[in-house]
């Protein structure tokens, strides 16, 4: 069963910066894509970013482009979300998932299909 933990959110002030992580478990994280969501009170959950196994495609939606940055450490079974010039509406709780088993060095958004979710980060940005 694969586990997902996030850490790394908080309060802070607009223009400010803050980096999520997202330790992965229980199986070999290095042959599967990654992806960061979130969900802000009231409105549907949206992928935020997501990289391919080997870390040579990478995704994000565009309202984060130029100031978030997903990365990977596959010697950690880790990901990353940085996320700098933060702004009100980046306000949301933020969810690293995985792909199904059946997704094996899959693509990391075309019809993927992420099964596995963290229980969440909490960021909120001041105005």
């Known amino acids: 069963q694969v586990q997902l933990v996030e850490s790394g959110g908080g309060l802070v002030q607009a223009g400010g910066s803050l980096s999520l992580s997202c330790a992965a478990s229980?199986?070999?994280?290095?042959?599967?894509?990654m992806a960061w969501f979130r969900q802000a009170p009231g409105k549907e959950r949206e992928i935020v970013a997501a990289?391919?196994?080997?870390?040579?495609?990478?995704f994000y939606t565009d309202s984060v482009k130029g100031r978030f940055t997903i990365s990977r450490d596959n010697a950690k079974d880790t990901v990353y979300l940085l996320m700098n010039s933060l702004k009100p509406e980046d306000t949301a709780v933020y969810h690293c998932?995985?792909?199904?088993?059946?997704?094996?060095?899959?693509?990391?958004?075309?019809?993927?299909?992420?099964?596995?979710w963290g229980q969440g980060t909490q960021v909120t940005v001041s105005s």
């Open positions: 998932s995985a792909p199904s088993d059946k997704s094996m060095y899959g693509h990391p958004w075309y019809r993927t299909n992420y099964a596995y």
């Open positions: 229980g199986r070999t994280f290095s042959r599967y894509a």
């Open positions: 990289i391919s196994w080997d870390s040579r495609l990478k």
